[in-house]
């Protein structure tokens, strides 16, 4: 079975704080993915990365950044955190499949509170 | 990703199967039907994909139409464990990742 392994299920920071968020997945996938949800707002996509060192910018990349040195691990970086990114983070990964036809995997999530 | 339809809630007995339908009419030629769930404060699981078959894996069944224009997602044996949102989405099959984006799902609650 896959794995994603997200660090923290529950993380309390304050505001103005760095916060890092590390996931990891055991199935040697090119592709992973962040995102956060919020009720109401659904799933909005935040960063993903095709590639060691290789980025791109989702729907909402203010405030976030992300760092993949290696394969199996993707981090976010919340560079100064602020009381409106309080939320429940996702991080998936998948294949590279032909067509792109791959379904993602998600970890459990961090539920992430800043005070 | 193109527009899906699904209830917003349904029940079901334990035990019996569940049969939970998606309308995606305006599917194209190229997009692939998903069906993913979310128990209560955990991640999105994947279920199952398709494309004009029907797929049957470990935990599901999925019947397209002949169409595309709808589908159904069965759980053959409903446990208190299948209670969950489940999304229905349509995607496109070319190459490159993107990002997933969920509607309201349907409110799948199975009762003892």
């Known amino acids: 079975d896959v794995k994603v392994t997200q660090s923290s299920r529950y993380l309390v920071k304050r505001t103005g704080e760095k916060v890092f968020l590390e996931c990891v997945q055991d199935m040697d996938h090119e592709n992973m993915f962040w995102y956060r949800q919020d009720p109401g707002l659904g799933l909005r996509l935040i960063y993903f990365s095709y590639d060691v060192k290789m980025k791109e910018k989702g729907d909402i990349p203010e405030g976030y950044s992300v760092s993949r040195e290696k394969k199996e691990r993707f981090s976010l970086i919340l560079e100064s955190a602020s009381t409106n990114q309080t939320s429940m983070y996702l991080c998936?990964?998948?294949?590279w499949g032909e067509g792109g036809n791959q379904p993602q995997h998600f970890g459990d999530g961090t539920r992430l509170s800043i005070l | 990703d193109a527009k899906t339809t699904q209830p917003t809630s349904m029940d079901c007995a334990e035990g019996r199967a569940a049969n939970l339908p998606c309308n995606h009419s305006?599917?194209?030629?190229?997009?692939?039907v998903y069906w993913y769930r979310q128990i209560h404060s955990q991640g999105p699981q994947y279920i199952i994909h398709?494309?004009?078959n029907n797929e049957t894996n470990e935990m599901a069944s999925l019947i397209i139409t002949e169409d595309r224009k709808s589908s159904t997602l069965i759980l053959p044996h409903a446990t208190l464990r299948d209670t969950a949102v489940y999304y229905c989405?349509?995607?496109?099959?070319?190459?490159?990742?993107?990002?997933?984006?969920f509607g309201k799902g349907t409110h799948l609650i199975i009762q003892p």
């Open positions: 998936a990964s998948s294949p």
């Open positions: 398709g494309l004009k």
């Open positions: 305006t599917i194209s030629g190229n997009e692939y």
């Open positions: 989405i349509v995607r496109y099959s070319g190459g490159g990742a993107d990002g997933l984006t």
